[in-house]
């Protein structure tokens, strides 16, 4: 075997019996440094998790969104401007829709109530978000809810629940399946039901909707659509899906760049944390170094150890840390972060997050935290490199 | 001549506030398979002196070839390649690593040379064998006797099997039994073909008969009587 082969792998050998021998002071930095690892890794993980099961689910919303605005406030649009749009090419369908929130009192829980018209063209989409097989377009009175509105109606084992319309009379409604688990994160408060029973539920006459969902025929031209809309409807806000799904990652992202920020504090303060603990040599390292160094060691071969001793901790701890954090976020669902990552209603979403775990978010992670450790200990490698050899002698 | 020095002088912190001349025209020979003893008080400069000799580092200004190498063209990086080629250590209370094992304090000088573990294991082995220490092999270190522990110290500088050795106050934290041990051992090195230098002050060192020569050192200079 190549002799400066074998020289590293005696290096290594020795950096690992003396991680050993020091297992005290080395096992506690890669503890701490796998707990700072752990916490941005899953940050990160479930940032991007999130992003993508928003943007799957959001692939099923309409290209196009018109809402009516009146005194900076979205009022309820007549159908009557969809009539207006048809003059636009590359219209495929104007459909109403309405969307709306229902608080609860009862329960305290705010749910959000979506109304799909029958002929809406990806209602399917919706269809299929549903477990097991429903009937859809849904019937006259029956819905499908998300897992925690299910949860929060504590409707098991009845299938049957009503809500007050705006005269305080009841609404009754029936369960016809629950949405899958995959897309909680936009279904968790959401109950869907028949265009007619959300106008009925809120009392919106059957000439309005809340929104106008626009389908283009082709998707490169969404935007220019939406400009031909603003131009027709000036009173409206006219919404695409690229623009609602940015709006998810800048949201998203703002959470989790909100957060990342106090955790690199914290990967700060480990750093220097680092700093000390390999800086401050004690007599021991210093005499042992000496000894090295008096027996033929160079300062290169030093240098190669402390660095080996560096990296061996590192490696480790980052591959503990994004370890857990995977666990952390597919099997227990972030559970630690889900209060600061998802839900802006009073029901929160149960998540199954997979995670796209790609070479880029590895090296990504590996950017942000065992390179910055190692950086700090350059110096005092350095430093413990040039112990003189001299030292060992009595002087 | 293995080790030759002339007129070599050593300045520590040369041109600062804590400047120290350790060593002023300090010229010496020493001839092959020969003992030395380099004798003289604390501070007096046999330390300096025996890094010079053992290639840690190069004089300041004169002339210092050990070997066959003049020290003052080795940049420090071969100081140290002809260092581990040519001179085995054996310091005061001998600088073993009490968590190591007697075969892996051993073998230390061997990991930077690229030499592989079955190769390390036989040469350890043979210097166990022949010092009468392979019985423990995977002792830690820390638990072994002094009388051991000055042999593992021997082995270790015997490892890379170099032509000279040099002892740092071998004998100062040893009772007589094991000095005079301890000397017996460097008189059969010396048989064996080694050149050796020791620095002592200690009479069992200084007047055993293996000993050719004593050199006094005093104030940085040799003391000629």
């Known amino acids: ?67 009516r605005m009146s005194a900076g406030r979205q009022e309820a649009i007549p159908l009557a401007y969809g009539d207006r749009l048809h003059e636009i090419f590359g219209i495929r369908a104007t459909v109403p829709r309405i969307w709306g929130y229902y608080f609860d009192e009862v329960r305290g829980a705010n749910y959000t109530v979506l109304g799909v018209a029958p002929d809406m ?69 959401l109950i869907a039901m028949p265009l007619a029973d959300a106008r009925d539920l809120f009392g919106i006459p059957a000439s309005q909707a809340t929104d106008l969902c626009v389908y283009v025929a082709n998707p490169a031209e969404i935007v220019t659509i939406a400009e031909k809309i603003s131009k027709i409807l000036p009173d409206t806000r006219v919404l695409t899906r690229p623009q609602i799904q940015k709006t998810y990652q800048v949201v998203f992202g703002w959470r989790s760049g909100f957060a990342s920020v106090c955790l690199l504090a914290a990967l700060a303060a480990f750093a220097i944390l680092a700093w000390d603990k390999a800086s401050g040599l004690s007599p021991e390292e210093r005499r042992e170094i000496a000894i090295l160094k008096i027996l033929g060691w160079e300062t290169s071969d030093i240098l190669a150890l402390r660095f080996w001793e560096g990296g061996l901790v590192a490696g480790l701890a980052f591959l503990l840390g994004i370890t857990l ?71 | 001549m293995l080790i030759e020095l002339e007129n070599v002088t050593k300045v520590y912190n040369q041109g600062r506030s804590n400047e120290v001349q350790a060593l002023t025209e300090v010229s010496l020979a020493i001839a092959p398979q020969t003992m030395v003893c380099l004798k003289g008080p604390s501070g007096s400069g046999k330390s300096t002196l025996l890094s010079i000799i053992g290639c840690i580092f190069a004089p300041t200004s004169g002339r210092a070839t050990i070997a066959g190498k003049p020290l003052a063209r080795l940049p420090d990086r071969f100081l140290t390649v002809h260092r581990r080629a040519t001179i085995g250590f054996i310091f005061q209370r001998f600088n073993i690593l009490p968590a190591l094992s007697v075969a ?122």
Request: charged fraction near 20%; charge should be neutral; glycine fraction near 6%.
């Open chain 1, 1 to 67: 075997m190549n002799a400066a082969f074998e020289k590293h792998c005696n290096i290594l050998d020795y950096a690992l019996s003396a991680l050993w021998r020091r297992r005290l002071k080395n096992g506690g930095i890669l503890m701490v440094f796998a707990a700072v690892i752990f916490l941005v890794a899953s940050f990160q993980l479930v940032t991007s998790a999130l992003t993508e099961t928003a943007g799957k689910v959001l692939a099923a919303a309409p290209e196009i969104t018109v809402q």
């Open chain 1, 121 to 189: 063209p990806q209602a399917d989409g919706l269809g299929k978000a549903v477990s097991g097989s429903v009937p859809w377009p849904l019937g006259q009175g029956r819905v499908v809810l998300g897992r925690a509105a299910a949860a929060t109606l504590e409707l098991q084992p009845r299938q049957l629940f009503s809500f007050f319309r705006p005269d305080l009379s009841l609404k009754p409604m029936t369960v016809a399946g629950v949405f899958r688990p995959e897309t909680e994160l936009l279904t968790a408060d």
């Open chain 2, 104 to 225: 892996e304090n051993i073998v230390l000088p061997l990991l930077p040379l690229g030499v592989s573990p079955k190769a390390r294991r036989e040469r350890a082995g043979a210097l166990m064998d022949q010092l009468a220490i392979r019985h423990r092999e995977h002792f830690p270190a820390g638990q072994i006797s002094g009388g051991e522990l000055q042999r593992v110290a021997i082995a270790r500088a015997l490892i890379n099997d170099p032509p000279i050795i040099l002892a740092d106050e071998p004998t100062a934290h040893l009772d007589s039994r094991l000095s005079r041990e301890f000397m017996q051992i460097m008189a059969d090195l010396k048989a064996a073909g080694k050149t050796i230098v020791i620095t002592s002050h200690d009479p069992l060192v200084t007047e055993h008969a293996a000993i050719d020569r004593v050199i006094g050192v005093k104030d940085g200079r040799i003391d000629v009587p």
């Open chain 1, 325 to 395: 954090a995977y666990f952390h976020v597919v099997f227990g669902g972030a559970a630690l972060f889900k209060p600061v990552l998802v839900g802006w209603s009073v029901l929160q979403p149960t998540l199954s997050l997979a995670p796209p775990v790609t070479l880029k978010e590895v090296l990504l992670l590996l950017a942000f935290t065992v390179l910055p450790y190692l950086a700090v200990t350059v110096i005092p490698a350095w430093r413990a490199a040039s112990v003189p050899a001299e030292s060992a002698l009595s002087g």
